[in-house]
């Protein structure tokens, strides 16, 4: 029970600071907006090698626009002396770690039900009839890329160039992730159901059960150092 409770208490902590600041969300939201403009202009609409390339489309705004929200992650904590005292805090590090990560987990949820509808009018792609499934793909895939990336991000936190570190250690060590979450958002994209992309699926699943308890172990060392 105290597990949860400091669990849910540092979820609580972040998005009512999120609410108050609103830094976090509307920098992901812009840098997302940016990169699909561009992206936009760069493939046109409408064209076969276009609609091929929207899955990469989706998934480079949503990973760079997740990596920005993941370095700020640690980044208010560890100027502020706060993870020091979370540490000396007679709590879990496990809950901890569980509370950051779900609430990079709903800043990515959040910023992404507000990404598609724009990337559906830009691309002249419709999404409605395809959103059950690409939900749950964008679940497993940012369930991964958040489970690792709040680990990394605490590991780069204490480095003076964290805004540079946390991508380079992230992003392939999230490759696996990143290929499956592609390849199955290409074929819902498609029109093509979820029974085609169990291989993809499992990939998902078993990148996401090992990422989150190795992470779930490791967390207590790295925040110590």
Do not use: Q
Not at 15 to 23: A, C, D, V, Y
Not at 41 to 48: D, I, K, V
Not at 68 to 75: A, D, E, M, T, V
Not at 176 to 183: F, Q, R, S, T
């Amino acid at each position: 029970m105290k597990f949860l409770l400091t669990t849910g208490a540092i979820v609580r902590k972040d998005i009512l600071l999120e609410f108050r600041t609103k830094e976090l969300l509307v920098s992901m939201l812009l840098f997302a907006l940016l990169i699909l403009v561009i992206l936009n202009f760069a493939l046109g609409t409408g064209s076969a090698p276009a609609e091929g390339a929207l899955p990469g489309v989706l998934w480079v705004t949503f990973t760079f626009a997740g990596v920005l929200g993941l370095n700020r992650s640690f980044l208010t904590e560890h100027e502020s002396g706060g993870l020091h005292g979370m540490v000396l805090a007679p709590v879990d590090c496990e809950a901890i770690y569980l509370g950051k990560m779900l609430a990079n987990f709903i800043f990515m949820g959040v910023a992404e039900a507000i990404v598609l509808p724009i990337f559906a009018v830009l691309f002249n792609f419709p999404i409605l009839g395809r959103l059950p499934a690409l939900l749950m793909v964008l679940a497993l895939g940012n369930l991964g890329f958040t489970a690792v990336g709040t680990l990394l991000s605490a590991m780069a936190a204490s480095s003076r160039m964290r805004e540079v570190l946390l991508p380079i250690i992230l992003f392939p060590t999230a490759i696996p992730v990143i290929v499956g979450a592609v390849n199955v958002t290409g074929r819902v994209l498609a029109g093509e159901p979820l029974a085609h992309s169990v291989p993809w699926l499992k990939l998902l699943g078993a990148y996401d059960t090992i990422f989150l308890v190795v992470a779930i172990l490791v967390f207590g060392y790295v925040i110590e150092e």
